[in-house]
């Protein structure tokens, strides 16, 4: 079973900078990616960016350029640096694990239980 503990969310004004991490704990065959995601009041979750265990990462097109996902194997931990901020980044932040398919990020049931991330204009 896969834990998923995510961190550092806040409030920030716009063009300012936050740092989320997700621990992870446990291990399930396959998994070998992980990813955030985030959803907005009103909206559906998107991913926001993804990373494979070897490091390859994808970003959704509206925060390319803005987030950077990396990852510690050893600490089993991965991070989203999100710079730049906007007011439409604000939603709730979620850490998934999942598996790198194709060039691309598949989710797994297997969610943190979310950070708030507020950016004020």
């Known amino acids: 079973q896969v834990q998923l503990v995510e961190s550092g969310g806040g409030l920030v004004q716009a063009g300012g900078s936050l740092r989320l991490s997700c621990a992870a704990s446990?291990?399930?065959?396959?998994?070998?990616?992980m990813g955030w995601y985030r959803q907005a009041s009103g909206k559906e979750r998107e991913l926001v960016a993804g990373?494979?265990?070897?490091?390859?990462?994808n970003y959704a097109d509206s925060v390319k350029g803005r987030f950077t996902i990396s990852r510690d194997n050893a600490k089993n931990t991965v991070y989203l640096q999100m710079n730049s901020l906007k007011s439409e980044d604000t939603a709730v932040y979620y850490c998934?694990?999942?598996?790198?398919?194709?060039?691309?990020?598949?989710?797994?049931?297997?969610w943190g239980q979310g950070t708030q991330v507020t950016v004020s204009s």
């Open positions: 990373i494979s265990s070897g490091g390859i990462t």
């Open positions: 998934n694990a999942g598996r790198w398919s194709s060039g691309s990020y598949r989710p797994t049931r297997y």
């Open positions: 446990g291990g399930i065959l396959g998994i070998n990616a």
